[in-house]
């Protein structure tokens, strides 16, 4: 069968027959593949001298560059944090001076008159016993505080105050 797709191929094709009696064309000449490498590099470095074009570094100097650049960013954002974190706090703005204002005492008791409902009043009443004289007045228990601040009217409160 083989023979008789031979014959039938040669007949048809003459060409194709004497083709296939060369080989298949298939030959690389000796020591292609070893010079090969060595062969490209050369064009390459030929054709960068002949344009000028800059000759790059191996990619492992490449790497070794970029870890460097990047421990130095990483050092810089750590002395950018802990001078933030640790700076000493800024004092008072550039010409401006601290004065003590005084209060008159009528003047905090009408404030107080106007704002009693905003106060906790357990809080007044044991700043109150804190200012009285030792032994005088003691803070009463804040349950009978808060039961007799509830039997008290607004304006009875504001005429304590």
């Known amino acids: 069968m083989k023979k008789k797709t031979q014959e039938e191929l040669r007949k048809l094709s003459p060409f194709l027959h004497r083709l296939r009696e060369h080989g298949d064309g298939m030959e690389v000449p ?3 593949f070893e010079q090969m490498q060595a062969e490209v ?23 070794r560059r970029l870890g ?3 421990a130095a ?7 950018i944090a802990g001078w933030w974190l640790f700076r000493p706090a800024s004092g008072p703005a550039e010409g401006y001076v601290a004065t003590a204002v005084e209060i008159r ?4 008791a009408a404030y107080l008159e106007a704002h009693a409902e905003e ?3 357990a809080l007044l009443a044991e700043l109150a016993a804190l200012d009285a004289p030792d032994g005088e007045t003691q803070a009463p228990p804040a ?6 601040l ?4 607004l304006e009875e409160l504001e005429e304590l105050l």
């Open 30 to 32: 000796d020591g292609y």
């Open 41 to 63: 590099l050369r064009r390459i470095r030929e054709e960068d001298a002949k344009t000028g074009a800059a000759v790059h570094p191996p990619l492992r100097t490449v790497h």
């Open 68 to 70: 460097w650049m990047a």
């Open 73 to 79: 960013a990483a050092a810089a954002v750590l002395l």
């Open 105 to 108: 005492e009528s003047d905090a």
């Open 119 to 121: 106060f906790d009043l």
């Open 143 to 148: 349950d009978e505080l808060d039961e007799y």
């Open 150 to 153: 509830e039997e008290l009217e």
